[in-house]
């Protein structure tokens, strides 16, 4: 099992470029997270998909949009990039089990805006 | 929602137990607690969680007060590989299986 995995590892994009950050999970799990952390901070969530045809938004929605492609899949774009959107961008899935929030992360997606 | 409280840094001794406190005075009856850690530059990883009663897995124990305000995650034998920033969260209610990650305690493990 590879888990969760991201591509690409490292970008750099010229403030106005548009990009896909691309997510994958063999877990089989339902749920999937995007999340963004900016240098000494904490995660906070993009957006989430609770399962496979659905997505809703998390703390930090602006500036991106998702796509659950199927259940493996989870893509997060930038349409027009903003150096406030230099961060390292972590994906996660988990299963939907009652209360069961165990989530497994990728090792990031880390972008700089210029 | 419940909001958790840390200090933003500790240090252990290699070999020493490491005991990482947290406060949420404000948790929910049915709300759990999920403790994550953050090794430099990787994503995040699960270590343990409870609702009431203390838990003990491979990594770590988990120790809950009985009126749940606190808790602690404790880590038997620390190592070097244990430095980390450890990120204690509580289940956010009526919006989905989602997590808020607040700063979390830097941990040094020193030799």
């Known amino acids: 099992n590879a888990g969760v995995t991201q591509t690409p590892k490292f970008q750099v994009l010229k403030t106005g470029q548009s990009m896909t950050l691309q997510c994958a999970q063999d877990?089989?799990?339902?749920?999937m997270y995007w999340y963004r952390q900016d240098p000494g901070m904490g995660l906070r969530l993009i957006y989430y998909?609770?399962?496979?045809?659905?997505?809703d938004k998390g703390e930090v929605p602006n500036g991106y949009n998702v796509s659950r492609l199927n259940k493996r899949e989870f893509s997060l774009r930038l349409e027009s990039a903003a150096p406030s959107q230099t961060s390292v961008y972590f994906c996660?899935?988990?299963?939907?089990?009652?209360?069961?929030?165990?989530?497994?992360f990728g090792p990031g997606t880390r972008l700089t805006v210029t | 929602d419940a909001k958790t409280t840390q200090p933003p840094s500790m240090d252990c001794a290699e070999g020493r137990a490491a005991n990482l406190p947290c406060n949420h005075s404000?948790?929910?009856?049915?709300?759990?607690v999920y403790w994550y850690r953050q090794i430099h530059s990787q994503g995040p990883q699960y270590i343990i969680h409870?609702?009431?009663n203390n838990e003990t897995n491979e990594m770590a124990s988990l120790i809950i007060t009985e009126d749940r305000k606190s808790s602690t995650l404790i880590l038997p034998h620390a190592t070097l590989r244990d430095t980390a920033v450890y990120y204690c969260?509580?289940?956010?209610?009526?919006?989905?299986?989602?997590?808020?990650f607040g700063a979390g305690t830097i941990l040094r493990v020193k030799s």
């Open positions: 996660a899935s988990s299963e939907v089990l009652a209360q069961d929030l165990e989530q497994y």
């Open positions: 409870g609702l009431k």
């Open positions: 969260i509580v289940r956010v209610e009526g919006t989905g299986n989602k997590l808020v």
């Open positions: 404000t948790i929910s009856g049915n709300e759990y």
């Open positions: 877990m089989n799990h339902n749920s």
């Open positions: 998909s609770a399962s496979e045809g659905t997505t």
